[in-house]
């Protein structure tokens, strides 16, 4: 079964897909080895190990496909990529998710955040305005040529301008071919329900 059949099922089943943050080879075998089923590019610890900074956009597309390929190497699990802002504009993303995909990852993350981005859990976050939010996700679904490779758009609307963005958001990215919506920020059970 491909990697990418593999964590969609994960993601759709029952349970909760727990993915612990790989952030080079060493770290995905242990992640494998503790008997977690898949993997997710950590793109703040990949900037922390590359570069001991924080991820402040200091990593380009290629330092993180470098990353990702190296981590979907070392293991036999699927592995989510951290693609950041997509690297640009909705012509970027396509081609971000065409890379990715050809490196062997399962899925991205995409997040909705300006350029250059800060790691979803620093201040001074800032979100694209809506429609090119929306085209960009459209771009990086449109880009996917296995129909299983996971988009998952994340929105960092919480924190600057608050829940009823957060629902519009996600749920536009959904109607344009997201897998899934990661809502960053999150601190409660009722934000959760909400």
């Given at each position: 079964?491909?990697?990418?059949?593999?964590?969609?099922?994960?993601?759709?089943?029952?349970?909760?897909?727990?993915?612990?943050?790989?952030?080079?080879?060493?770290?995905?075998?242990?992640?494998?080895?503790?008997?977690?089923?898949?993997?997710?590019?950590?793109?703040?610890?990949?900037?922390?190990?590359?570069?001991?900074?924080?991820?402040?956009?200091?990593?380009?597309?290629?330092?993180?496909?470098?990353?990702?390929?190296?981590?979907?190497?070392?293991?036999?699990?699927?592995v989510m990529a951290?693609?950041?802002?997509?690297?640009?504009?909705?012509?970027?993303?396509?081609?971000?998710?065409?890379?990715?995909?050809?490196?062997?990852?399962?899925?991205?993350?995409?997040?909705?955040?300006?350029?250059?981005?800060?790691?979803?859990?620093?201040d001074g976050k800032?979100?694209?305005?809506?429609?090119?939010?929306?085209?960009?996700?459209?771009?990086?679904?449109?880009?996917?040529?296995?129909?299983?490779?996971?988009?998952?758009?994340?929105?960092?609307?919480?924190?600057?301008?608050?829940?009823?963005?957060?629902?519009?958001?996600?749920?536009?990215?959904?109607?344009?071919?997201?897998?899934?919506?990661?809502?960053?920020?999150?601190?409660?059970?009722?934000?959760?329900?909400?």
């Open positions: 079964m491909r990697v990418t059949t593999r964590l969609r099922q994960l993601i759709e089943g029952p349970e909760i897909a727990v993915m612990p943050g790989a952030f080079d080879p060493i770290s995905a075998k242990l992640i494998e080895r503790a008997g977690f089923q898949c993997i997710q590019c950590t793109g703040s610890g990949i900037s922390a190990a590359y570069l001991g900074r924080p991820d402040y956009s200091f990593l380009s597309l290629n330092d993180m496909l470098e990353a990702t390929r190296h981590i979907v190497e070392s293991v036999s699990l699927p951290d693609g950041d802002t997509g690297f640009g504009n909705a012509v970027n993303a396509y081609y971000t998710v065409q890379a990715f995909e050809r490196a062997g990852a399962a899925g991205i993350n995409l997040e909705d955040q300006v350029s250059p981005k800060r790691c979803g859990h620093l800032q979100i694209l305005p809506f429609d090119e939010a929306i085209m960009k996700i459209r771009a990086a679904c449109d880009a996917r040529s296995d129909p299983d490779f996971v988009i998952n758009a994340r929105t960092d609307a919480l924190a600057v301008v608050g829940m009823n963005e957060v629902i519009r958001r996600g749920n536009a990215f959904l109607d344009v071919g997201a897998t899934l919506v990661m809502v960053e920020g999150v601190s409660s059970k009722e934000q959760i329900t909400e």
